[in-house]
T-cell receptor
Framework: DAMVIQNPRYQVTQFGKPVTLSCSQT?????MYWYQQKSSQAPKLLFH???????NEADTPDNFQSRRPNTSFCFLDIRSPGLGDAAMYLC????????????FGPGTRLTVL | GQSLEQPSEVTAVEGAIVQINCTYQ??????LSWYQQHDGGAPTFLSY????GLEETGRFSSFLSRSDSYGYLLLQELQMKDSASYFC??????????????FGTGTRLLVSP
Protein backbone atom coordinates (compact mmCIF):
# COMPACT_ATOMS: atom_id res chain seq x y z
CA ASP A 1 0.00 0.00 0.00
CA ALA A 2 1.18 3.49 -0.82
CA MET A 3 1.86 5.34 2.35
CA VAL A 4 3.77 7.87 4.44
CA ILE A 5 6.35 6.37 6.79
CA GLN A 6 8.08 8.10 9.68
CA ASN A 7 11.09 6.92 11.64
CA PRO A 8 11.61 6.58 14.44
CA ARG A 9 8.16 6.47 16.01
CA TYR A 10 9.60 7.52 19.35
CA GLN A 11 12.73 9.59 19.85
CA VAL A 12 14.32 10.59 23.12
CA THR A 13 17.06 13.19 23.11
CA GLN A 14 18.85 15.37 25.59
CA PHE A 15 18.50 19.10 25.91
CA GLY A 16 20.67 20.69 23.23
CA LYS A 17 21.56 17.43 21.45
CA PRO A 18 20.76 17.56 17.72
CA VAL A 19 18.16 15.17 16.44
CA THR A 20 16.94 14.18 12.96
CA LEU A 21 13.52 12.82 12.15
CA SER A 22 12.83 11.15 8.83
CA CYS A 23 9.84 10.77 6.55
CA SER A 24 9.43 8.78 3.38
CA GLN A 25 6.52 8.41 1.01
CA THR A 26 5.57 5.96 -1.70
CA UNK A 27 2.77 8.14 -3.07
CA UNK A 28 5.05 10.08 -5.43
CA UNK A 29 3.47 13.32 -4.21
CA UNK A 30 4.99 16.68 -5.04
CA UNK A 31 4.41 18.33 -1.68
CA MET A 32 5.76 17.23 1.68
CA TYR A 33 4.92 19.00 4.95
CA TRP A 34 6.22 18.98 8.50
CA TYR A 35 3.83 19.76 11.35
CA GLN A 36 4.41 20.07 15.08
CA GLN A 37 1.58 18.96 17.34
CA LYS A 38 1.69 19.46 21.09
CA SER A 39 -0.60 17.67 23.48
CA SER A 40 -4.29 18.50 22.97
CA GLN A 41 -3.43 21.11 20.34
CA ALA A 42 -3.90 21.37 16.60
CA PRO A 43 -1.10 20.50 14.19
CA LYS A 44 1.00 23.55 13.38
CA LEU A 45 2.74 23.81 10.03
CA LEU A 46 6.51 24.29 10.29
CA PHE A 47 7.49 24.22 6.62
CA HIS A 48 6.90 22.38 3.39
CA UNK A 49 8.50 21.47 0.09
CA UNK A 50 7.00 21.58 -3.35
CA UNK A 51 9.40 19.24 -5.08
CA UNK A 52 12.72 20.81 -4.01
CA UNK A 53 11.36 24.31 -3.40
CA UNK A 54 11.45 24.99 0.32
CA UNK A 55 8.84 27.17 2.05
CA ASN A 56 9.25 28.21 5.65
CA GLU A 57 6.45 29.44 7.89
CA ALA A 58 7.25 32.90 9.25
CA ASP A 59 7.07 31.81 12.88
CA THR A 60 9.07 28.59 12.57
CA PRO A 61 12.14 28.90 14.84
CA ASP A 62 15.58 28.87 13.22
CA ASN A 63 16.32 25.86 15.38
CA PHE A 64 14.29 23.80 12.93
CA GLN A 65 15.72 22.91 9.54
CA SER A 66 14.64 20.56 6.80
CA ARG A 67 16.11 18.67 3.86
CA ARG A 68 14.49 16.92 0.93
CA PRO A 69 17.19 15.07 -0.98
CA ASN A 70 14.72 13.43 -3.38
CA THR A 71 10.99 13.07 -4.03
CA SER A 72 10.56 10.24 -1.56
CA PHE A 73 12.42 11.47 1.51
CA CYS A 74 12.26 14.47 3.78
CA PHE A 75 14.12 15.14 7.02
CA LEU A 76 13.48 17.41 9.98
CA ASP A 77 16.58 18.53 11.86
CA ILE A 78 16.30 20.12 15.28
CA ARG A 79 19.69 21.64 15.93
CA SER A 80 19.44 22.29 19.66
CA PRO A 81 16.26 20.83 21.12
CA GLY A 82 14.75 22.58 24.08
CA LEU A 83 12.17 21.29 26.52
CA GLY A 84 9.54 23.23 24.62
CA ASP A 85 10.24 21.22 21.47
CA ALA A 86 8.85 18.04 22.98
CA ALA A 87 5.90 17.20 20.74
CA MET A 88 4.55 14.89 18.07
CA TYR A 89 6.08 15.66 14.67
CA LEU A 90 3.86 14.80 11.75
CA CYS A 91 4.92 14.45 8.15
CA UNK A 92 2.27 14.81 5.48
CA UNK A 93 2.10 14.78 1.70
CA UNK A 94 -0.24 15.98 -0.99
CA UNK A 95 -0.14 15.46 -4.71
CA UNK A 96 -0.22 19.17 -5.38
CA UNK A 97 -1.41 22.44 -3.91
CA UNK A 98 -5.06 23.38 -3.97
CA UNK A 99 -7.95 21.32 -2.64
CA UNK A 100 -5.85 18.22 -2.20
CA UNK A 101 -6.25 15.99 0.79
CA UNK A 102 -3.15 15.56 2.85
CA UNK A 103 -1.89 12.12 3.81
CA PHE A 104 -0.26 11.99 7.22
CA GLY A 105 2.38 9.66 8.55
CA PRO A 106 2.01 8.07 12.00
CA GLY A 107 4.22 10.72 13.58
CA THR A 108 7.36 10.76 15.69
CA ARG A 109 6.93 11.53 19.36
CA LEU A 110 9.93 13.50 20.57
CA THR A 111 10.88 13.60 24.23
CA VAL A 112 13.54 16.05 25.42
CA LEU A 113 15.23 15.28 28.72
CA GLY B 1 -5.22 36.80 11.82
CA GLN B 2 -6.65 33.36 11.39
CA SER B 3 -8.87 31.54 13.86
CA LEU B 4 -11.03 28.45 13.74
CA GLU B 5 -13.24 27.72 16.70
CA GLN B 6 -14.69 24.35 17.64
CA PRO B 7 -16.26 22.99 20.83
CA SER B 8 -13.56 21.39 22.95
CA GLU B 9 -15.50 18.24 23.76
CA VAL B 10 -18.70 16.48 22.75
CA THR B 11 -20.17 13.35 24.31
CA ALA B 12 -22.76 11.00 22.84
CA VAL B 13 -23.95 7.40 23.01
CA GLU B 14 -23.64 4.64 20.47
CA GLY B 15 -26.16 4.90 17.67
CA ALA B 16 -26.77 8.60 18.20
CA ILE B 17 -26.14 11.53 15.84
CA VAL B 18 -23.69 14.28 16.72
CA GLN B 19 -22.83 17.57 15.06
CA ILE B 20 -19.46 19.28 15.47
CA ASN B 21 -19.46 22.95 14.53
CA CYS B 22 -16.62 25.05 13.19
CA THR B 23 -16.56 28.82 12.74
CA TYR B 24 -13.63 30.47 11.06
CA GLN B 25 -11.99 33.81 10.40
CA UNK B 26 -9.26 33.76 7.80
CA UNK B 27 -7.71 36.21 5.42
CA UNK B 28 -8.36 33.91 2.49
CA UNK B 29 -10.57 30.89 2.05
CA UNK B 30 -10.27 28.00 -0.33
CA UNK B 31 -12.39 25.34 1.32
CA LEU B 32 -13.04 23.55 4.60
CA SER B 33 -11.74 20.07 5.42
CA TRP B 34 -12.30 17.70 8.31
CA TYR B 35 -9.74 15.32 9.79
CA GLN B 36 -10.10 12.60 12.40
CA GLN B 37 -7.31 11.78 14.82
CA HIS B 38 -7.34 8.92 17.31
CA ASP B 39 -5.17 9.21 20.41
CA GLY B 40 -1.54 8.68 19.46
CA GLY B 41 -2.42 8.38 15.79
CA ALA B 42 -2.12 10.45 12.66
CA PRO B 43 -4.84 12.73 11.31
CA THR B 44 -6.86 11.09 8.55
CA PHE B 45 -8.90 12.93 5.98
CA LEU B 46 -12.69 12.72 6.27
CA SER B 47 -14.20 15.30 3.93
CA TYR B 48 -13.79 18.52 2.00
CA UNK B 49 -16.25 21.32 1.14
CA UNK B 50 -15.18 23.81 -1.48
CA UNK B 51 -18.64 25.15 -2.13
CA UNK B 52 -21.71 25.78 0.02
CA GLY B 53 -23.86 22.83 0.85
CA LEU B 54 -23.73 19.31 2.14
CA GLU B 55 -21.26 16.57 1.25
CA GLU B 56 -22.09 13.03 2.30
CA THR B 57 -19.70 10.11 2.71
CA GLY B 58 -21.27 7.11 4.38
CA ARG B 59 -22.05 7.87 8.01
CA PHE B 60 -20.30 11.23 7.81
CA SER B 61 -21.61 14.44 6.28
CA SER B 62 -20.06 17.87 6.16
CA PHE B 63 -21.71 21.21 5.55
CA LEU B 64 -20.38 24.61 4.59
CA SER B 65 -21.87 28.10 4.53
CA ARG B 66 -19.28 30.54 3.23
CA SER B 67 -21.50 33.57 3.88
CA ASP B 68 -21.67 32.61 7.56
CA SER B 69 -18.02 31.43 7.78
CA TYR B 70 -19.42 28.28 9.29
CA GLY B 71 -19.33 24.56 8.76
CA TYR B 72 -20.14 21.38 10.59
CA LEU B 73 -19.39 17.69 10.59
CA LEU B 74 -22.32 15.35 11.16
CA LEU B 75 -21.67 11.85 12.38
CA GLN B 76 -24.56 9.39 12.27
CA GLU B 77 -25.04 5.94 13.81
CA LEU B 78 -22.17 6.59 16.18
CA GLN B 79 -19.85 3.72 17.00
CA MET B 80 -17.34 3.36 19.81
CA LYS B 81 -14.53 3.58 17.27
CA ASP B 82 -15.66 7.12 16.41
CA SER B 83 -14.22 8.30 19.74
CA ALA B 84 -11.42 10.55 18.55
CA SER B 85 -10.50 14.19 18.02
CA TYR B 86 -11.97 15.95 15.02
CA PHE B 87 -10.30 18.96 13.43
CA CYS B 88 -11.74 21.35 10.93
CA UNK B 89 -9.13 22.90 8.67
CA UNK B 90 -9.34 25.83 6.33
CA UNK B 91 -7.33 26.14 3.18
CA UNK B 92 -5.81 29.60 3.39
CA UNK B 93 -3.15 31.39 1.42
CA UNK B 94 0.05 31.39 3.46
CA UNK B 95 2.79 34.00 3.64
CA UNK B 96 4.56 32.42 0.67
CA UNK B 97 1.42 32.59 -1.47
CA UNK B 98 0.57 28.90 -1.53
CA UNK B 99 -2.54 27.36 -0.04
CA UNK B 100 -1.93 25.80 3.33
CA UNK B 101 -4.11 24.06 5.89
CA UNK B 102 -4.86 25.93 9.09
CA PHE B 103 -6.31 23.61 11.70
CA GLY B 104 -9.03 24.38 14.20
CA THR B 105 -8.73 23.88 17.92
CA GLY B 106 -10.10 20.34 17.69
CA THR B 107 -13.13 18.63 19.24
CA ARG B 108 -12.74 15.54 21.35
CA LEU B 109 -15.68 13.18 20.78
CA LEU B 110 -16.41 10.60 23.44
CA VAL B 111 -18.84 7.85 22.49
CA SER B 112 -20.21 5.76 25.33
CA PRO B 113 -22.10 2.44 25.21
Amino acid sequence: DAMVIQNPRYQVTQFGKPVTLSCSQTLNHNVMYWYQQKSSQAPKLLFHYYDKDFNNEADTPDNFQSRRPNTSFCFLDIRSPGLGDAAMYLCATSRDYGPQRQFFGPGTRLTVL
Amino acid sequence: GQSLEQPSEVTAVEGAIVQINCTYQTSGFYGLSWYQQHDGGAPTFLSYNGLDGLEETGRFSSFLSRSDSYGYLLLQELQMKDSASYFCAVRDRGNTGFQKLVFGTGTRLLVSP
